[in-house]
C-alpha cells in the first residue's frame, strides 16, 4: 500500500471539496478502492500505487480547472472526474490556450475545436468580412457568436448584432401566433442558446437591455449604419440577393461581419434565388473578404449527423448526375 499527500493550497479548497463535503464525495466514489481522507488544504491517497496514481491525475486536472476559473459547478466536477477520453477532456483543460476564445458562466472553455472553425479564428483576426458555408452541426454559427463575444469582452467593439432572415420552411410570419416579438424569437433561438453558453444569464439581460447585444431579424437592418459592431448574419442562404446587399452595406467604420449559410439548405421561395451563393461568387478575390468552406469533418454534434450529412450529399451527387 501506497501514501501520498496532495496541497491544494493554490486553490479554495471549500471550492474543491463542496458543500458538505459533496464534491470530496464524488472522488470517493470514481475510486472506491482508495483512502481518501481531507485534512485542511492536504488530500491524503492510500491504497495501490496505479490507482493513486489515476486519482492524481484527475485532481490535477480539477486544481488546473479551478486556478483558471476559481469556482466549478458539482456537474463539471462529476464530468471531469469521468472523462476518460481525450475529446471530453478537451472542453476542460486546452492544451493550447490560444484555442480559446472566451469562457462560459461554469468555466468551461468555447474554443475552435476544428481545423476549418480555426481558420475562421484566424481569418476573422485578419479580415472585416468571413462567409462561412457549411452543414448543419459544423460550428460555424456557434464559433461567430464566440468570437463576437470575445471581441466584446477585449472592448474590440462597442456592440454585438445577431441577425437571421425570418424564413424557415416556407412559413409566413402572419400566420403564428402572438405579437412580433413572439412570432419572430423562434427563428432566433439558436443565437440565444449560443449566448447562453458564452456570458451569465444577468449580464446578457443587461446587455439585451441596453442594446449592446441585439437580436433582430434582418429586415431590422434596413436604413442602418453599423459602427464600432461585430455583426453575424446567419442562415444567410435564405436571403435574397438584394437582401444580402443591403446587408453588407450596412457596415460601419470599426466593425467586423460574419455571414453563415448552408447552400444545401435553402427555404426560399422555389422563384426566388438565394442570394449567398451570387455574394460569395462575385465577393471572392476581395482583399479584406475571407471565405471558409466547413464540411462534415467540423461536425461537433452527435456522431450520427456526420454520417447523415454524406448520406444527403452522396443523394445530391447521384441526383446531378
Do not use: C, W
Amino acid at each position: 500500500m501506497t501514501e501520498t499527500i496532495i496541497n491544494l493550497d493554490s486553490v479554495n479548497p471549500i471550492e474543491f471539496f463542496g458543500t458538505n463535503n459533496g464534491k470530496l464525495d464524488l472522488l470517493k466514489k470514481r475510486f472506491p478502492l482508495l483512502k481518501i481522507l481531507s485534512r485542511g488544504t492536504q488530500l491524503k491517497l492510500s491504497g495501490a500505487t496505479e490507482q493513486i496514481e489515476q486519482a492524481k491525475e484527475k485532481i490535477e486536472l480539477l486544481v488546473q480547472y479551478l486556478q483558471r476559473n476559481g469556482n466549478v459547478s458539482h456537474n463539471y466536477f462529476e464530468q471531469i472526474l469521468g472523462g476518460d477520453d481525450a475529446e471530453s477532456m478537451d472542453n476542460f483543460v486546452e492544451k493550447n490556450p490560444h484555442d480559446v476564445l472566451v469562457f462560459g458562466p461554469n468555466g468551461k472553455s468555447v474554443r475552435a475545436r476544428t481545423q476549418n472553425q480555426k481558420k475562421m479564428v484566424a481569418h476573422a483576426d485578419k479580415n472585416d468580412i468571413i462567409f462561412a458555408i457549411g452543414p448543419a452541426g459544423t460550428g460555424k454559427t456557434y464559433t461567430a457568436v464566440a468570437l463576437a463575444v470575445r471581441a466584446l469582452k477585449n472592448k474590440l467593439v462597442k456592440k454585438i448584432i445577431l441577425t437571421r432572415p425570418a424564413v424557415e420552411a416556407g412559413e409566413s410570419l402572419g400566420f403564428l401566433p402572438g405579437d412580433l416579438k413572439e412570432k419572430i424569437d423562434p427563428y432566433l433561438r439558436p443565437l440565444y442558446d449560443a449566448l447562453d453558453d458564452m456570458i451569465p444569464a444577468d449580464k446578457l439581460g443587461y446587455y439585451m437591455q441596453t442594446r449592446v447585444i441585439e437580436i433582430a431579424p434582418l429586415a431590422y437592418m434596413r436604413g442602418r449604419t453599423l459602427d464600432n459592431a461585430f455583426i453575424i448574419l446567419d442562415e444567410a442562404q435564405n436571403t435574397t440577393d438584394l437582401q444580402i446587399k443591403m446587408f453588407l452595406t450596412r457596415i460601419g467604420s470599426n466593425a467586423k461581419a460574419i455571414i453563415t449559410g448552408d447552400l444545401t439548405q435553402i427555404d426560399l421561395p422555389k422563384n426566388q434565388k438565394s442570394g449567398l451563393e451570387k455574394a460569395t461568387r462575385i465577393l471572392k478575390n476581395i482583399e479584406g473578404i475571407a471565405h471558409i468552406e466547413l464540411d462534415e469533418e467540423d461536425v461537433v454534434r452527435h456522431r450520427l449527423v456526420k454520417a447523415i450529412i454524406r448520406a444527403y450529399d452522396k443523394e445530391r451527387e447521384n441526383n446531378e448526375h
